[in-house]
């Protein structure tokens, strides 16, 4: 049995900050716990490369969601260091200070939240040298200029960076992404890799969290499996739960920390009963909204066959450059479902591409004709699902049900987000470009036919956040400290502790609230 002062559960965004932050001091002892192994497949560097990240279960988490009776889909995850930021599309985004300004009463607000992320980031317009490396790539392909050039048309305001200014308009640009280089920036290339030889910092790959120990109230360990044997790592101060926003719920569950009868059914014995672990989990549901080109263009000849992909990766490995070297997505837009809003409540994310009809269990894969695809996505939906355990082994997967488009909100704001990517590819220099709309297709047009097609022909997005939610009062999991109420000396730190999303993409956020969770642990205040 080993003894440290922290014991970390994930090594991915919020892991990788903490494991750095808690070592400054080199009379700390901090054990990284990770159930997946070392990022050293090449694919990991390579930002195009995602899908076969996403595909393998070597490199990602393979868990089941309910979308709806009878429909399920798969939720990726990363399985390696790094987490999540080793296999993901790589888009960076602050988040609209309106949102971080929300959770102002719990400590988190923007004021608080904004000298981190400029101490966390280097950006080739804001500068900072912070250890997050992040690049835009422009004049990715001519259809992103049309793209670009027909959203201003629109009224959309062209931005060199979508984070910049007050965040409340609608602007359209290149998306920022944790891309230096032609190289994908992983959390543990920034914050884990620098650090990993300093003594008082062990880092266990290969080991799956099976529980977490408490002894009269407190948490003073977790129980781990590495290669068929297990093990108790204690922690002196405190067990911190970095895990996501699915991976955290369960092990809080197995650990007994959850609701009562889910636990019971799952044969569990409750320890704590908290109802709202595993509760609130929310999402983000992109609808595709995809063209056939009227004659050649884009990355569908270049990336959609095997002798493209060669040519592809031919160019990269000699120069570092081409698609391969670019973010998933190469223009992003935030913009308001209607116009007497106050401020952007979708966004699109747009690639000169189109996608191949999902084969199961698999990412993305291209069509071999010419196309266009749009992501339209509710940022801040409302809609509720859940996780729960259904059996006290957490390498069983849990039950997660998404629960997309539940309420009149989301619906409503789900179409018109539909219509407004419409009106987009109508106008313009890009609507000279558009022989057709291939998906969902133009026969789909009331607002039942819109949400059904969202249903079906949608994205899991990988922002999934609220299962351990923050608040001021008992019911939530943790406090604003985001200590777990009820345990002493047991913390979540990841994307599981947003009670809504921040308007966008939730790396860079999780990235902070790690950093600013440091500051609490350590009892400092936020520099």
Known sequence: MDGFDYVIVGAGAAGCVLANRLTEDPGTRVLLIEAGGWDRSPFVRVPKAFARLMDDPRTAWHYPATVAPGRSETWQRGRLVGGSTAINGMIWSRGAAADWDALAPLG??????????ERLEDHPSRGGGGAVRLSVATGTDPLCEEMLATGAELGWRRVDDLDAGDGDGERIGYATATIHAGRRVTAADAFLHPVRKRPNLTVAVGSVALRVLVEDGRAVGVRVAHRGREA???????????????????LLQVSGIGPADTLRSAGVPVLLDRPRVGAGLREHRPIPVQYRLAEPGGYNARLGSRL????????????RGGPLALPVMDVAAHL????????PDVHLLMAPFSAAPRRPGRALELEREPGLLCLATVTRPDSEGSLAVTGPDPRTPPAIVANYFATAHDRRVAVDAVRRTRELFATGPIAKRIAAETLPGPAVQTD????????????????????CAMGADDEHVVDPQLRVRGVAGLRVVDASVFPALVSGWTSAPVTALAWRAADLILGRTTE
Request: glycine share 10%; hydrophobic share 40%.
């Open 308 to 319: 493209g992909q060669a040519r592809a990766a031919l160019r990269y490995l000699t120069t």
């Open 232 to 250: 108790d790592h204690r922690a002196a101060a405190e067990v911190i739960l970095a895990a996501g926003a699915l991976a955290t719920p369960q």
């Open 108 to 117: 988190w607000g923007w004021s608080t939240l904004r000298p981190i992320f």
């Open 336 to 343: 308001k479902s209607r116009p007497e809003l106050d401020r």
């Open 448 to 467: 039942e036919e819109i949400v059904e097609a969202g249903r079906v022909h949608g994205y899991c997005g990988y922002h999934a956040i609220g299962t």
